[in-house]
């Protein structure tokens, strides 16, 4: 039989262990709700934010050669044009009067708030 003492050590390590447990979970959670709220719409330029979107998601379809529906994306004039005319904008929002883009899915919140807040400084080339 294993002295009391030992018992009582054993538990306490058992409840350190399983709080330690509990205090990671927390931390994964707060993670990600932290992870989830950044979305940095101040930092926003063409260069680094804009153009590489537009070729992740929308080039493939919208480039010389391949202009699908007669829009090109793929030089920052392109870009310009359907910022300004509110078809980039129209299309990624799914609002009604345009196509939606990218064709049968959607670019996350934080992305379209980044596209936004472009079009919204005036579309500068940056
Ligand atoms: C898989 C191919 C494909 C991808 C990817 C794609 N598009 Fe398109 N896009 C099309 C096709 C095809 C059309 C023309 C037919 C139509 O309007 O549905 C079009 C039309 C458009 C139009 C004109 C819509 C209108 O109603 O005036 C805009 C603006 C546009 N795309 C922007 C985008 C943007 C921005 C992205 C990326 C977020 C994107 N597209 C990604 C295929 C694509």
Same mark, same amino acid.
């Given at each position: 039989?294993?002295?009391?003492?030992?018992?009582a050590t054993s538990f306490f390590i058992?409840v350190l262990?399983?709080?330690?447990?509990?205090?990671?979970?927390?931390?994964? =959670?707060?993670?990600?709700?932290?992870?989830?709220?950044?979305? =940095?719409?101040?930092?926003?330029?063409?260069?680094?934010?804009?153009?590489?979107?537009?070729?992740?998601?929308?080039?493939?379809?919208?480039?010389? #050669?391949?202009?699908? #529906?007669?829009?090109?994306?793929?030089?920052?004039?392109?870009?310009?044009?359907?910022?300004?005319?509110?078809?980039?904008?129209?299309?990624?929002?799914?609002?009604? #009067?345009?196509?939606?883009?990218?064709?049968?899915?959607?670019?996350? =919140?934080?992305?379209?708030?980044?596209?936004?807040?472009?079009?919204?400084?005036?579309?500068?080339?940056?």
């Amino acid at each position: 039989m294993a002295h009391p003492m030992i018992k009582a050590t054993s538990f306490f390590i058992l409840v350190l262990l399983s709080l330690s447990a509990c205090y990671y979970d927390n931390k994964e =959670d707060l993670y990600i709700i932290l992870s989830s709220g950044e979305c =940095d719409t101040v930092a926003v330029n063409y260069t680094q934010t804009v153009q590489p979107l537009l070729d992740a998601q929308c080039v493939s379809c919208h480039q010389a #050669g391949n202009s699908s #529906g007669n829009v090109l994306l793929d030089s920052y004039a392109s870009a310009k044009q359907y910022a300004e005319n509110g078809r980039l904008m129209g299309s990624v929002k799914h609002e009604s #009067g345009y196509s939606s883009m990218p064709p049968g899915g959607s670019l996350s =919140d934080c992305d379209i708030a980044k596209l936004e807040a472009w079009v919204a400084a005036g579309s500068p080339e940056n």
